[in-house]
Every structure is written in C-alpha cells, then in structure tokens.
C-alpha cells in the first residue's frame, strides 16, 4: 500500500530540485544535499513527521525563492543606481 503523501514529497523534491539549479554554491552542491536529505528520512512511515518535513522542506524553498528575488533585486539595484 502506498503513503498517501508520497505524491507531495515527490512535488517537494521537484520544486526543491528545480529551485536548486541557481544554488550560489552550484546546482551540483544542492543535489547532492537534497539527496542525501531525503534519503535519509526515506525509511519515515509516521505520517505526523512526514507532514513535518513536508513542512520544513516547504519553509526551505520560500527562503530559496526570496533569496533568488534578493539577488535579483541587488542586481537591478547595482546597474541603475549609483551608490
């Protein structure tokens, strides 16, 4: 019988994938991490801590997201205006 979150972790590890690419320390580095992350807690059968890390790994990619809004607009700032 298959965990009914197993298609959420799986969009979780997509979307954490996907927003890794522009990783500043390399698209490489962060694979290899979320890998080695959700290996780790492969074995979890808990539904309660699932939705935990569901949780947490969501967390994880708004402050990816702010941080690529961050950099951008650091960027934008950096070429129009004279500091």
């Known amino acids: 019988m298959a965990n009914p979150l197993r298609a959420e972790v799986i969009r979780l590890y997509k979307n954490l994938l996907y927003l890794g690419r522009e990783y500043p320390k390399g698209g490489d580095y962060f694979r290899d991490r979320l890998r080695?992350?959700?290996?780790?807690?492969?074995?979890?059968?808990?539904?309660?801590?699932?939705?935990?890390?569901?949780?947490?790994?969501?967390?994880?990619?708004?402050?990816?997201?702010?941080?690529?809004?961050?950099?951008?607009?650091?960027?934008?700032?950096?070429?129009?205006?004279?500091?």
Request: glycine content about 2%.
């Open 36 to 83: 080695a992350a959700f290996t780790k807690n492969k074995s979890e059968q808990d539904p309660q801590k699932i939705k935990e890390m569901i949780a947490r790994g969501e967390f994880v990619s708004r402050e990816l997201e702010a941080l690529y809004y961050l950099r951008k607009y650091r960027a934008m700032k950096k070429r129009y205006y004279e500091e």
